[in-house]
């Protein structure tokens, strides 16, 4: 899964959104030998933490650059628990391309979310209502049908706590229902 540049930009630029499910997840995109591409400002923050002044700030720390070598070639699993006396941190690999990596950081994995975690889709079609598509034109790019689009957002909407694709973009876009 390749991110639209423009929309990099504005997750980049996004303040956290104080839900407790989302505040217990960051984005992280990295090339296959650990130099991060793209960090969400809490990814940022966890990393720093945990690792103090031996992370450099474009890199992924030596530990978690292994185990992404390993994942790639097929050798462990896509999942890393990292236990240290800050926290715990997961790790978990959502997809992988020749050129990048896309992980989700979980803060103290194993922890129940007050809400169910998206799907893959369920991701894939909010993406594209923060960038602002309609459901049809979401339709043609993931070649579906508008009415399971529109399906997909009546599922969506009560994951976030949310009523509307409007307040579903905000919550993407951490504006927290203001925009």
Do not use: H
């Amino acid at each position: 899964m390749s991110l639209d540049p423009s929309f990099n930009q504005i997750l980049d630029q996004a303040e956290p959104a104080p839900d407790a499910a989302a505040a217990l997840q960051a984005l992280l995109v990295v090339s296959p030998d650990g130099r991060i591409q793209f960090a969400t400002a809490r990814a940022n923050l966890w990393l720093r933490d945990l690792f103090a002044a031996a992370y450099p700030l474009d890199r992924l720390p030596e530990v978690l650059t292994r185990w992404l070598c390993d994942g790639i070639s097929g050798g462990q699993p896509p999942r890393f628990i990292l236990d240290r006396s800050g926290g715990r941190l997961g790790v978990q690999m959502l997809c992988c391309e020749t050129d990048s990596v896309c992980l989700l950081l979980e803060q103290n994995p194993g922890v129940s979310a007050s809400r169910s975690a998206l799907t893959e889709r369920q991701t894939e079609v909010l993406s594209w209502v923060a960038r602002g598509k309609t459901n049809a034109e979401i339709g043609r790019i993931l070649s579906l049908k508008t009415k399971t689009i529109g399906k997909y957002l009546e599922r969506i909407f009560p994951k976030l706590g949310v009523e509307n694709r409007t307040a579903a973009a905000s919550f993407v876009l951490g504006a927290n229902g203001v925009i």
